[in-house]
T-cell receptor, first 111, second 116 residues
Framework: DAKTTQPNSMESNEEEPVHLPCNHS???????IHWYRQLPSQGPEYVIHGLTSNVNNRMASLAIAEDRKSSTLILHRATLRDAAVYYCIRIAGGSNYKLTFGKGTLLTVNP | GAGVSQSPRYKVAKRGQDVALRCDPISGHVSLFWYQQALGQGPEFLTYFQNEAQLDKSGLPSDRFFAERPEGSVSTLKIQRTQQEDSAVYLC??????????????FGEGSRLTVL
């Protein structure tokens, strides 16, 4: 079971950084960490993914702990448009193509 | 189109009716997935196609659910004799890659099915 643990909800203020944590203590060496987010009434949207090293893209940064048992999605400056459910997903290496979403973290951004 | 397109966006069916939900993936995408999302829950995997081949249908809840992708592009999810527990948002996703895991899936906005 590709399980991750996230807080049910978090709150942030606009223009401030947001750190969304995820625990995946049973991760194996070939498992990837993917983050998706889902805005209200929309399908999930890919945010970022990584294996071992920290990753940056135009949307966010992903910091992966050295032991890989946890990771943090970092939004550098939250906007109102970032209010969404954020899903941290562990995907086994090889040919595993299924995303197991869980309930995610509901991020509220205050103006 | 530029993204994954699903139709209808909303469907209301009476219990016992058959429904068909359509997905137009991004042109050229090899992989196509269907997910089911109940209210307040994360999406759950239903089935996976690589081109026209249905490689995994382990997530389909019952034999009332059937999916096809006959020409390796458009896909249809059919639900026969709908039940109230089938009420959910049905999400389609596509990917230019075969299989996984690295790389992003592109999701449509979903088809919301309400069974009365």
């Amino acid at each position: 079971d590709a399980k991750t643990t996230q807080p049910n909800s978090m709150e942030s203020n606009e223009e401030e950084p947001v750190h969304l944590p995820c625990n995946h203590s049973t991760i194996s060496g070939t498992d990837y960490i993917h983050w998706y987010r889902q805005l209200p009434s929309q399908g999930p949207e890919y945010v970022i993914h990584g294996l071992t090293s920290n990753v940056n893209n135009r949307m966010a940064s992903l910091a992966i702990a050295e032991d890989r048992k946890s990771s943090t999605l970092i939004l550098h400056r939250a906007t109102l448009r970032d209010a969404a459910v954020y899903y941290c997903i562990r995907i086994a290496g090889g040919s595993n193509y299924k995303l197991t979403f869980g309930k995610g973290t509901l991020l509220t951004v205050n103006p | 189109g530029a993204g994954v397109s699903q139709s209808p966006r909303y469907k209301v069916a009476k219990r016992g009716q058959d429904v068909a939900l359509r997905c137009d993936p991004i042109s050229g995408h090899v992989s196509l997935f269907w997910y089911q999302q109940a209210l307040g829950q994360g999406p759950e995997f239903l089935t996976y196609f690589q081109n026209e081949a249905q490689l995994d249908k382990s997530g389909l809840p019952s034999d009332r659910f059937f999916a096809e992708r006959p020409e390796g592009s458009v896909s249809t999810l059919k639900i026969q004799r709908t039940q109230q527990e089938d009420s959910a948002v049905y999400l389609c996703a596509s990917s230019p890659r075969a299989g996984g895991p690295a790389g992003e899936l592109f999701f449509g906005e979903g088809s919301r099915l309400t069974v009365l």
